[in-house]
T-cell receptor, first 113, second 117 residues
Framework: SQQGEEDPQALSIQEGENATMNCSYKTSINNLQWYRQNSGRGLVHLILIRSNEREKHSGRLRVTLDTSKKSSSLLITASRAADTASYFCATVESPGGGNKLTFGTGTQLKVEL | GAVVSQHPSWVICKSGTSVKIECRSLDFQATTMFWYRQFPKQSLMLMATSNEGSKATYEQGVEKDKFLINHASLTLSTLTVTSAHPEDSSFYIC?????????????FGPGTRLLVL
């Protein structure tokens, strides 16, 4: 499968700052999703943005999607120590992607007090 | 939200033995479940799609005879790692899609850490 790239691979910020993570992918998509994974745990779904949407908000999260550049960004505002985790983007291809998710390489976020 | 459980959460086994991992959707039915493998500090790689009542669909490069998948009911899928070797040591995660939901969200289990000695 064609895995997406995320950057940065690792990000360390102070509590209260904003964190921005970027994701690039290679195919046409139906939707793009962002997930969070705490160390050694399962994934938690954060937000889904469809291919015909450009921006979406959920609480302190803001996601943008640029299908012409095949890229997405996740912004976490006013970060907290509890936001420390790995963040992955995942895409569903179109057409023919079904429900299969193709994950990006992930960004490890560390929020320090 | 929907809950997916996995059992066991971790397992240590000797090389050559087989290990079964269960994935259950606790409060919803799932005709389709997915099995992923994740190596340390890496992303999730889809291994196979598990379909209730039919054969699983394996991704390229995944040996179906080594990773046996059974999806016997709408709430249970099992992954059996047969004749496990140290290189099979990994974090195995399942996910499920709610049959009654029109959304695209998949719900993930907490993962099973396998260590083969």
């Amino acid at each position: 499968s064609q895995q997406g790239e995320e950057d940065p691979q690792a990000l360390s910020i102070q509590e209260g700052e904003n964190a921005t993570m970027n994701c690039s992918y290679k195919t046409s998509i139906n939707n793009l999703q962002w997930y969070r994974q705490n160390s050694g745990r399962g994934l938690v779904h954060l937000i889904l943005i469809r291919s015909n949407e450009r921006e979406k908000h959920s609480g302190r999260l803001r996601v943008t999607l640029d299908t012409s550049k095949k890229s997405s960004s996740l912004l976490i505002t006013a970060s907290r120590a509890a936001d420390t985790a790995s963040y992955f983007c995942a895409t569903v291809e179109s057409p023919g992607g079904g429900n299969k998710l193709t994950f990006g390489t992930g960004t490890q976020l560390k929020v320090e007090l | 939200g929907a809950v997916v459980s996995q059992h066991p959460s971790w397992v240590i086994c000797k090389s050559g033995t087989s290990v079964k991992i269960e994935c259950r959707s606790l409060d919803f039915q799932a005709t389709t479940m997915f099995w992923y493998r994740q190596f340390p500090k890496q992303s999730l790689m889809l291994m196979a799609t598990s379909n209730e009542g039919s054969k699983a669909t394996y991704e390229q490069g995944v040996e179906k005879d080594k990773f046996l998948i059974n999806h016997a009911s709408l709430t249970l899928s099992t992954l059996t790692v047969t004749s496990a070797h140290p290189e099979d040591s990994s974090f195995y995660i399942c996910s499920a899609r709610d049959l009654s939901s029109t959304g695209e969200t998949q719900y993930f289990g907490p993962g099973t850490r396998l260590l083969v000695l």
